[in-house]
T-cell receptor, first 112, second 114 residues
Framework: DQQVKQNSPSLSVQEGRISILNCDYTNSMFDYFLWYKKYPAEGPTFLISISSIKDKNEDGRFTVFLNKSAKHLSLHIVPSQPGDSAVYFCAAISSGNTPLVFGKGTRLSVIA | NAGVTQTPKFRVLKTGQSMTLLCAQDMNHEYMYWYRQDPGMGLRLIHYSVGEGTTAKGEVPDGYNVSRLKKQNFLLGLESAAPSQTSVYFC?????????????FGQGTRLTVV
């Protein structure tokens, strides 16, 4: 049973527009949610995170929104740039010695 | 500042051969993880460790063994490689603390089993 779901395998957005990547989760015990970005032939790199006690976290062009009642989070990128083209993974973790659980990823293509 | 280093970066194995993937981190992290990435499957956890001398199974542990004899190293072993183990393997480490502490990843090991 997949605990973290990214239902859109791919997303294509024009440069300058907003990119919205979605993530759903099933485990209500998750305390933190993270977004990772991955370029080909590289390891994933941390992008932004949010605690379950917050509903929004912003870092420059990147904002993550959390809706606990819907068990849904989203990553907004504004404005989108060609360098944002990558695979984005949503991840979640609960307190204690538990590992990060990842979704399957969404491939974002930003078209110039 | 090396972070997380994986060795080797590429390897081709014949079915039935064995090998060990090495992960080394220089950040004094307690937690270490091995994931595999396959097309359309995301990052799936193979095994993980919450400290020196401890290991635990993840989502897809079959066919793999691990050891954490030193805090900075986490080894992933394949005793008898199978074509189904063709994948890109990522090691990650994370410090103890609040749950939002990010995990740092290595650059990956691309393994092909023929």
């Amino acid at each position: 049973d997949q605990q973290v779901k990214q239902n859109s395998p791919s997303l294509s957005v024009q440069e300058g527009r907003i990119s919205i990547l979605n993530c759903d989760y099933t485990n209500s015990m998750f305390d933190y949610f993270l977004w990772y970005k991955k370029y080909p032939a590289e390891g994933p790199t941390f992008l932004i995170s949010i605690s379950s006690i917050k509903d929004k976290n912003e870092d420059g062009r990147f904002t993550v929104f959390l809706n606990k009642s819907a068990k849904h989070l989203s990553l907004h990128i504004v404005p989108s740039q060609p360098g944002d083209s990558a695979v984005y993974f949503c991840a979640a973790i609960s307190s204690g010695n538990t590992p990060l659980v990842f979704g399957k990823g969404t491939r974002l293509s930003v078209i110039a | 500042n090396a972070g997380v280093t994986q060795t080797p970066k590429f390897r081709v194995l014949k079915t039935g051969q064995s090998m060990t993937l090495l992960c080394a981190q220089d950040m004094n992290h307690e937690y270490m993880y091995w994931y595999r990435q396959d097309p359309g499957m995301g990052l799936r956890l193979i095994h993980y460790s919450v400290g020196e001398g401890t290991t635990a199974k993840g989502e897809v542990p079959d066919g793999y063994n691990v050891s954490r004899l030193k805090k900075q190293n986490f080894l992933l072993g394949l005793e008898s490689a199978a074509p189904s183990q063709t994948s890109v393997y990522f090691c990650a480490s994370r410090s103890i603390g609040q749950g939002n502490t990010e995990a740092f990843f290595g650059q990956g090991t691309r393994l092909t089993v023929v």
